[in-house]
């Protein structure tokens, strides 16, 4: 990532006014570096207190992979959102392939979520999602996403 980039922050507040989602659905904690166009690298902070826990799986708590990968999903939309630059548009989650899950992501790990632009045309956006625990992949998948103007309320 550039220099004049590197270490750009979006704090909670400035996501919830980007993504829609809310508890116990919105599943990025903080942006730790932007690279419009190009990259983006989150964090999520996995704990206890998740409410999916209860059932998945009492006794051994796993974060669900469908859960990892809509993390991924959140982070490429504030990424297509603040690289596009608009202000009353939501970025809809599209596709989906080649989705691996490797390691099982546990409660009291912090998810480094790593999203790479592969192709922007037009309002449509493909990235390759790759998530990390420790510094070892957990997860990795391709995802696509469009901008929507005027959806947001």
């Not at 990532?1 to 980007?18: A, L, P, R």
């Not at 209860?54 to 669900?64: E, N, S």
């Given at each position: 990532?550039?220099?004049?980039?590197?270490?750009?922050?979006?704090?909670?507040?400035?996501?919830?006014?980007?993504?829609?989602h809310r508890?116990?659905?919105?599943?990025?904690?903080?942006?730790?570096?932007l690279e419009k166009n190009t990259t983006i690298k989150c964090?999520?902070?996995?704990?206890?207190?998740?409410?999916?826990f209860?059932?998945?799986?009492?006794?051994?708590?796993?974060?669900?992979g469908v859960l990892i990968v809509e993390a991924m999903a959140q982070a490429g939309g504030i990424l297509a959102f603040k690289s596009a630059d608009v202000s009353d548009s939501l970025v809809y989650f599209m596709g989906i392939d080649k989705a691996k899950f490797r390691r099982p992501v546990v409660?009291?790990?912090?998810l480094e979520?790593?999203?790479?632009?592969?192709?922007?045309?037009?309002?449509?956006?493909s990235f390759k999602g790759e998530a990390f625990?420790?510094?070892?992949?957990v997860a990795n998948a391709e995802l696509m996403?469009?901008?929507?103007?005027?959806?947001?309320?």
């Open positions: 990532m550039s220099e004049e980039t590197k270490g750009f922050v979006v704090d909670i507040n400035e996501i919830f006014s980007i993504l829609p508890y116990p659905f919105l599943l990025i904690d903080r942006v730790l570096e964090l999520k902070n996995v704990t206890i207190n998740e409410p999916f209860q059932g998945h799986f009492p006794g051994h708590p796993v974060m669900p409660p009291g790990d912090s979520l790593i999203i790479s632009v592969t192709r922007q045309r037009g309002k449509i956006w625990v420790d510094g070892k992949r996403a469009t901008i929507v103007e005027g959806e947001k309320q």
